[in-house]
C-alpha cells in the first residue's frame, strides 16, 4: 500500500511537471501531438502505479521519452511552416463567400450535420449569414459573417466597410506564397509593399484583398 | 537552438540510461547462470561441495545486485529467480544427480533468457 503511495506521489510530480513544460496549451486547446503526448503520458503512468510488480522506471523513462519528442517537435514547428503544417495541418475553408467548399468538407471528413451543429455552436443558424468558415487545426470552427448580419461594432458602423479577413502572407521571414494567391496577390506586389525590407526581416506581415496590410519587424535578438 | 538543447539532451540521457542498464543486467544475468553452470560441470564431476561452493556465489552474485535487478526487471522475473536457488541447493546437497541438473538447466536457461529480454532487439521491440 504504501509503495503505491509513493510512487503515486513520484509520478504525479514528473508528469506535472511534464505538462508544465509543454506549455499552457496543452491544458487548453490542444494539437494532435499534444494530445497524443497527453493521452500517453496518463496511459503510461498509470500502469506502473496500479501495478507494483512492475518498475517505476517503465513509467519513468518513456514519459521522459515524451516529453523530450515534444519539446523538439514544438521547437521544429516554431521555426518551420512545414514541419508545423506536417503535423498541425493547416486551416481549411469550408464556408468561402458563402459557398461550402464541398472538396474541403469531403478531405475533413466533416459531415453537414457536424457543420451545422458547429455553426449553431457559434450562435448562427442560417448558413447563408456566413462570409468565411475556417476549420483550426485545433478542430474549432471560426465563423465570419457577412456585414449585413454581423453584430454591429462602432468602427463599422463609421466605416461601413465590407469584411475582411488578413491572411498571413509573411510568418517568421518565409513568405506565404499559398495565402499571397488567395489574397490575389503575387510576390512583386509583397516586396514593393515592403519598400526595400528584405522579408528576413519581418516576423509577421497580415494582408487583406484589399491591400491593408500590417507590418511587424523581427525584434533584434539581443 | 538553445531551446533544442535540453530535450536532445534529455534524449541522450534516456539512451544511455537505458544502455547502461542493458549491458549491467546482461553482464549480472550471464555471471551468475555462468556460475551455475560451473556448478553443474563440477556435480558431474562428484565434487559436490565445489558445487554448492559456486551456487552460494551465485546466489550471492544475483542478491547482491538486487536493488538494481528490481529496478530493471520485473519484480515477478527477479524473485522468480531467487526463489530457484534453495532448491537447486538442496538437490545438491540431497547429490540428486536428476532432480540438481533438472534445476540447474531451468535456472541458468531462465537467466540467459532475462539477459536476452532487455536487449532491444527488433523481435523484442516488436
Redesign the interface.
Known amino acids: 500500500m504504501f509503495v503505491s503511495f509513493v510512487r503515486t506521489l513520484i509520478l504525479y510530480v514528473i508528469i506535472v511537471a511534464a505538462i508544465r513544460l509543454m506549455g499552457k496549451r496543452q491544458v487548453g486547446e490542444l494539437e494532435p501531438t499534444e494530445l497524443v503526448a497527453a493521452i500517453l503520458i496518463s496511459d503510461l503512468a498509470a500502469v506502473p502505479m496500479q501495478d507494483i510488480g512492475i518498475p517505476l522506471l517503465s513509467g519513468v523513462i518513456p514519459i521522459l521519452t515524451l516529453l523530450a519528442l515534444e519539446l523538439i517537435s514544438a521547437e521544429l514547428s516554431l521555426r518551420s511552416i512545414r514541419f508545423r503544417s506536417l503535423l498541425c495541418g493547416n486551416p481549411v475553408f469550408l464556408i468561402k463567400d458563402g459557398k461550402i467548399d464541398q472538396k474541403a468538407m469531403a478531405a475533413t471528413k466533416l459531415s453537414l450535420d457536424e457543420l451545422s451543429q458547429c455553426l449553431r455552436e457559434n450562435g448562427i443558424s442560417d448558413i447563408k449569414t456566413v462570409k468565411f468558415a475556417i476549420l483550426e487545426t485545433s478542430g474549432r470552427l471560426s465563423t465570419f459573417l457577412y456585414p449585413e448580419y454581423a453584430p454591429l461594432t462602432a468602427a463599422q458602423e463609421k466605416a461601413n466597410t465590407d469584411l475582411e479577413i488578413p491572411l498571413p502572407v509573411i510568418s517568421d521571414g518565409t513568405i506565404l506564397s499559398r495565402n499571397l494567391s488567395i489574397l490575389g496577390w503575387d510576390r512583386r506586389w509583397l516586396l514593393g509593399e515592403l519598400s526595400g525590407t528584405s522579408p528576413d526581416n519581418v516576423y509577421l506581415m497580415t494582408a487583406t484583398r484589399r491591400g491593408t496590410r500590417t507590418i511587424i519587424p523581427k525584434e533584434d535578438p539581443k | 537552438m538553445k531551446?533544442?538543447i535540453?530535450?536532445?539532451l534529455?534524449?541522450v540521457f534516456?539512451t544511455l540510461?537505458?544502455s547502461v542498464?542493458i549491458l549491467r543486467t546482461d553482464q549480472i544475468c550471464n555471471e551468475t547462470a555462468d556460475l551455475i553452470k560451473q556448478a553443474g560441470e563440477r556435480f558431474q564431476q562428484g565434487s559436490y561441495e565445489e558445487a554448492e561452493d559456486f551456487i552460494r556465489r551465485s546466489q550471492f552474485c544475483w542478491d547482491s545486485h538486487e536493488g538494481f535487478l528490481?529496478?530493471?526487471?520485473?519484480?515477478?522475473e527477479s524473485d522468480d529467480v531467487g526463489f530457484m536457488f534453495p532448491p537447486l541447493l538442496a538437490s545438491c546437497r540431497a547429490k540428486n544427480r536428476d532432480a540438481f541438473l533438472e534445476k540447474e538447466l531451468e535456472l541458468e536457461s531462465y537467466l540467459r533468457q532475462l539477459s536476452r529480454m532487455e536487449i532491444p532487439y527488433y523481435f523484442n521491440v516488436l
Open positions: 531551446r533544442m535540453m530535450p536532445l534529455l534524449l534516456v540510461f537505458c542498464c528490481g529496478m530493471v526487471l520485473r519484480h515477478t
